[in-house]
Nanobody, 121 residues
Framework: QVQLVESGGGLVQAGGSLRLSCAAS????????MGWYRQAPGKQRELVAG???????NYADSVKGRFTISRDNAKNTVYLQMNGLKPEDTAVYYC???????????????WGQGTQVTVSS
């Protein structure tokens, strides 16, 4: 089994900061790309930021310059540092990882359970 467990969400005022963490555990052989998605009420889930195993990153235009994604490969953990938060950043944030299980041949996508981020104006 493979699990992704997120932490770090909460309520913050506009202009504040939060740091999300997502740790992968279980029978993991390797982790390829990891990323953060978000889904606001009534909207589709969207990519916020992604990071490859080599450390290359990409961001949604709406968060460039405010959010930073990073990962610790030794801990199988990905982080999302969110600064300058805005009310429109309010959403459930989901961690995603492309993981090859021990003994497996292919990588599959896994998702965390989601963590709520609420930004008040």
């Amino acid at each position: 089994q493979v699990q992704l467990v997120e932490s770090g969400g909460g309520l913050v005022q506009a202009g504040g900061s939060l740091r999300l963490s997502c740790a992968a555990s279980g029978s993991i052989f390797s982790i390829n790309a990891m990323g953060w998605y978000r889904q606001a009420p009534g909207k589709q889930r969207e990519l916020v930021a992604g990071i490859t195993s080599g450390g290359s990153t990409n961001y949604a235009d709406s968060v460039k310059g405010r959010f930073t994604i990073s990962r610790d490969n030794a801990k199988n953990t990905v982080y999302l540092q969110m600064n300058g938060l805005k009310p429109e950043d309010t959403a459930v944030y989901y961690c995603n990882a492309s993981i090859t299980r021990t003994g497996g041949r292919y990588a599959y996508d896994y998702w965390g359970q989601g963590t709520q981020v609420t930004v008040s104006s």
